[in-house]
């Protein structure tokens, strides 16, 4: 029996199971590959074995062969240790960027080439096209589902090699596939949040790899609310978690958290959800990924996001010689987090990306020159 040449990504979900129903219906030679990315850590909450099984059920259902890795020691390596070091620092990482560049698009492409594929695919709502022979990543059709922000440190290589076959349709129409064709994940629920985490609490799961270290919170002129855990349990617009009561003098407004002071262990939080304090109109990033290969060399104006969802605004790029880039936006933006990720568009087209290193926001440090 001949290998396939196309390797899926089936994570028992019902996106990557129409990936495959349309790939099969092509008449493509595949095959579905599942990844164990993280280790049962006793919790309860990791839903590994339901998924393998939806997934072996789908295989099953499309008459196709499955095949199972374990890269959850890839994961925690490359992953995971980088997402407990950000957060001990004070930072917001962003795991599911990480895990794309890292195990996704880097040990699932290398398994897949070992199983003799030649290219793979994933339910990834993104679009791949090629043009003056350079591969470009655009957002998918479905703009509500679009994940082109988490998978911006693809590079020429990788898009060369993979298949978004979602990327032209909308969510409904997903579904509906799968419910046409009898696929067992036709109605599963999305999964969302952080995989390892699941359905518990973020500070709990946190705690229980990073410190507890309690601080004052505090409003930006000084004067102490109350007692936190550990500013990393925290971030910038975050509203919920702050166990604020009603302060006296002040409106029965929310508080949110506008400012972390990590080396005094000091939280800095305001009330109004468009608190000057959370506005910033400058950025700077660490070294830039470009989809392109080719550096800019030059100013320019594009489209940004700096967080998933965002509308996308307008600014201008100002590149540096160490690969950083400075980001000065048209208008004001709230709550941009160091350690999240920029992305930079051109119209639908994905230029690229970087992690936010420091803004001009009130409460950041000095944004350097």
């Known amino acids: ?45 990791c839903r590994a074995e339901d998924d393998r099984r939806d997934a072996v059920a789908v295989a099953g259902r499309l008459g196709i062969p499955i095949h199972f890795r374990d ?7 490359g992953v995971f240790r980088h997402f407990l070091d950000e957060y001990a620092a004070g930072r917001t990482p962003n795991p599911d960027v990480l895990c794309n560049r890292e195990v996704k698009f880097k040990h699932f492409l290398d398994a897949a080439r070992d199983l003799g594929a030649e290219q793979i695919a994933t339910g990834h709502y993104a679009r791949i096209d090629q043009r003056d022979g350079c591969w470009r990543l655009l ?34 129409d997903v579904r509906r596939m799968a419910a046409d064709a009898k696929l067992p994940t036709a109605a599963k629920k999305d999964s969302t949040g952080i995989c390892f985490i699941g359905e518990r ?40 978690g702050l166990q604020l009561g009603g302060v006296r003098g002040r409106d ?4 949110y958290v506008v400012g ?35 550096t800019h060399p030059k100013s320019f104006q594009c489209l940004a996001q700096t967080r998933y969802r965002q509308p996308a605004e307008a600014c201008t790029v100002i590149p540096r010689d160490d690969g950083s880039v400075d980001v000065q936006f048209a208008r004001p933006q709230r709550a941009v987090t160091p350690g999240q990720s920029l992305v930079l568009y051109d119209g639908d087209e994905c230029l690229g990306g970087a992690v936010i290193a420091a803004t001009d926001a009130p409460l950041e440090p000095t944004f350097p020159e």
């Open 1 to 45: 029996m001949s290998a396939a040449r196309i390797i899926v990504g089936l994570s028992g979900g019902v996106d990557s199971s129409v990936a495959a129903l349309r790939l099969r219906d092509e008449g493509k030679s595949i095959a579905g590959l599942f990844m164990q990315n993280w280790a049962d850590d006793g919790s309860g909450e």
């Open 71 to 77: 890269f959850s020691s890839e994961y925690w390596d």
């Open 139 to 172: 957002r998918a059709i479905d703009g509500d589902k679009d994940q082109s922000y988490f998978l911006h440190q693809l590079g020429q290589a990788q898009l060369a090699a993979t298949r978004f076959p979602l990327g032209e349709m909308h969510k409904p």
């Open 201 to 240: 609490d973020f500070r709990t799961f946190l705690s229980q790899y990073l410190p507890m270290q309690a601080g004052e919170i505090r409003t930006p002129d000084g004067v102490v609310l109350g007692e936190h855990q550990g500013v990393f349990f925290h971030t910038l617009g975050q509203r919920g």
């Open 252 to 255: 029965a407004a929310p508080w």
């Open 260 to 294: 972390k002071d990590v080396a005094r262990n000091i939280l800095y939080v305001e009330q109004g959800h468009d608190s000057p304090w959370l506005q910033s109109n400058r950025l700077r990033s660490e070294t830039v990924h470009w989809i392109s290969g080719e």
